[in-house]
């Protein structure tokens, strides 16, 4: 039991990580336009707070990636690494006024299916088995 809850903070730590430099980024990105190849658009860039946000979210997704891939089963980890799809498009629709479409949710839905089926058949592998020689 105490696996699972390492799982669950850990991949909801990286999805954490992972949405903030994705936001990040694209905060940055509308604070970065009209782009040009000068130093003063270097320092209007990296005069921006979200890119620092961005580099923040990066570097905290890539120690808690390592510290999971230490422990967790690949499949289902990769699996759930990408969680960010979801909520990066369901944090848009709040902060950059995305609209939810169909084709949008029912991808939504697909990974997260994914992720648990893929959870579900690393579980039942990987169960333990009983000694049933008589003691």
Do not use: N
């Amino acid at each position: 039991m105490r696996r699972g809850y390492f799982y669950l903070f850990g991949f909801l730590l990286l999805m954490g990580f992972d949405t903030l430099a994705q936001v990040s980024f694209k905060y940055a990105g509308t604070q970065a336009l009209p782009v040009s190849a000068s130093l003063a658009w270097l320092l209007r860039v990296f005069g921006q707070p979200w890119v620092y946000g961005a580099v923040i979210g990066y570097i905290g997704a890539f120690f808690t990636w390592m510290t999971l891939l230490k422990h967790a089963p690949i499949g289902p980890a990769f699996a759930a690494s990408h969680l960010e799809v979801v909520s990066v498009m369901l944090l848009s629709v709040w902060l950059f006024d995305e609209h939810l479409t169909t084709p949008r949710v029912l991808g939504a839905i697909a990974i997260i299916a994914g992720i648990v089926c893929l959870g579900l058949a690393e579980s039942r592998e990987h169960v333990p088995e009983t000694d049933s020689a008589p003691a």
